[in-house]
């Protein structure tokens, strides 16, 4: 744990418990928690949280089932910002996902696209 001084008073004090980047990550997405909350159970400004969060890389899971049965929705924060959300029902695993300012057919089929192109490496052409 850190140590640190008052350069004022001389006072020495123990730094907090340090942030795990990774648990704040999963809990926003897993937990579906909203950056206030995160804020509020760890103690800090939701702008530490939404750094945390930031700072997580997520990398591209590339492996699939053999049979994918795909759930395909969006969710909007806000008017203009939305997450369009590829889920296999039967695993639960996310496929793919896009941010978008609207949902529109053309986006699920480019979602649709990609997830083929991932999982079969581009040999189904669907148009």
Do not use: P
Request: glycine content about 8%.
């Amino acid at each position: 744990m850190q140590q640190y001084k008052c350069i004022a008073c001389g006072r020495q004090f123990s730094g907090g418990n340090r942030l795990d980047s990774a648990k704040i990550w999963q809990e926003y997405i897993d937990g579906k928690q909203t950056y206030h909350q995160l804020a509020l159970k760890y103690n800090c400004s939701i702008k530490t949280i939404q750094r945390r969060i930031d700072s997580v890389s997520v990398g591209k899971e590339t492996t699939f089932h053999n049979t994918v049965n795909v759930l395909m929705d969006t969710t909007y924060f806000g008017r203009k910002f939305g997450v369009m959300v590829f889920k296999d029902s039967i695993s639960g695993q996310i496929l793919y996902k896009q941010y978008v300012k609207q949902e529109t057919n053309k986006l699920y089929l480019e979602g649709i696209k990609e997830i083929v192109k991932i999982k079969l490496g581009g040999f189904i052409n669907i148009d």
